[in-house]
């Protein structure tokens, strides 16, 4: 079965614009979480979102926002860019259901933002 | 989530077994431990997880001490494509994933 998509996989934006990155999950999974991963802070968590909900919130300023559709396809949005924000954005999928502890989640690609 | 100790790097030969450990000293019941590695240029991959026993599957071993402090992934026969960064997580019911710095793996042909 298909994996989990990211896109665009590189994006060059420009301070003070915004952003917005999709992730399409793997058929059936109704979870989609959202990662950043930069070479100094490593992979840090910015949200979760099940059945269209967030469910879970890491410490990321307001800019950073999320929403996920019925289809359970999820968008993630950063607004008045910062130099900073530059970072591989990392989202994965899984059931979401039962036992969050005991099941694996799937990961995408990434997608590459480079703000200049 | 408790947090966990791994080797900043390790280097293996190809073809050898390799013992990748993990300290988790503050580890709760409830805590799951997980395993991901990261290969270059790609995102988190699964690798196994486990509660208590040691647990198998087609691409490592767990072993799990029986304190539970501590854990080490195996793979049994090291491979070029094994070569990545190896991370160990705790996880409890509804919390998400908290990546460390996790260890990076070097394969020697």
């Known amino acids: 079965k298909a994996g989990v998509t990211q896109t665009p996989r590189y994006l060059i934006k420009t301070r003070g614009q915004q952003v917005t990155l999709s992730c399409s999950p793997i058929?059936?999974?109704?979870?989609v979480s959202w990662y950043q991963q930069t070479p100094g802070q490593g992979l840090q968590f910015l949200f979760e979102?099940?059945?269209?909900?967030?469910?879970n919130k890491g410490n990321f300023p307001g800019r950073f926002s999320g929403r996920q559709f019925s289809n359970s396809r999820s968008e993630m949005n950063v607004s008045t860019l910062e130099l900073g924000d530059s970072a591989l954005y990392l989202c994965?999928?899984?059931?979401?259901?039962?036992?969050?502890?005991?099941?694996?989640?799937?990961f995408g690609s990434g997608t590459r933002l480079t703000v200049v | 989530d408790a947090k966990t100790t791994q080797p900043n790097s390790m280097e293996s030969n190809e073809e050898e077994p390799v013992h990748l450990p993990c300290n988790h000293s503050?580890?709760?019941?409830?805590?799951?431990i997980h395993w991901y590695r990261q290969l270059p240029s790609q995102g988190p991959e699964y690798v196994i997880h486990?509660?208590?026993s040691n647990v198998n599957n087609r691409m490592a071993s767990l072993a799990i001490a029986e304190d539970r402090k501590s854990s080490t992934l195996i793979l049994h026969r090291a491979t070029l494509r094994d070569a990545a960064v190896y991370y160990c997580i705790l996880r409890q019911t509804g919390n998400q994933f908290y990546f460390g710095t996790g260890t990076s793996l070097t394969v020697i042909p």
């Open positions: 503050t580890i709760s019941g409830t805590d799951y």
């Open positions: 994965a999928s899984s059931l979401g259901e039962g036992k969050p502890s005991n099941y694996g989640y799937t």
């Open positions: 979102y099940f059945s269209e909900t967030q469910r």
């Open positions: 486990g509660l208590t």
């Open positions: 058929s059936g999974h109704r979870s």
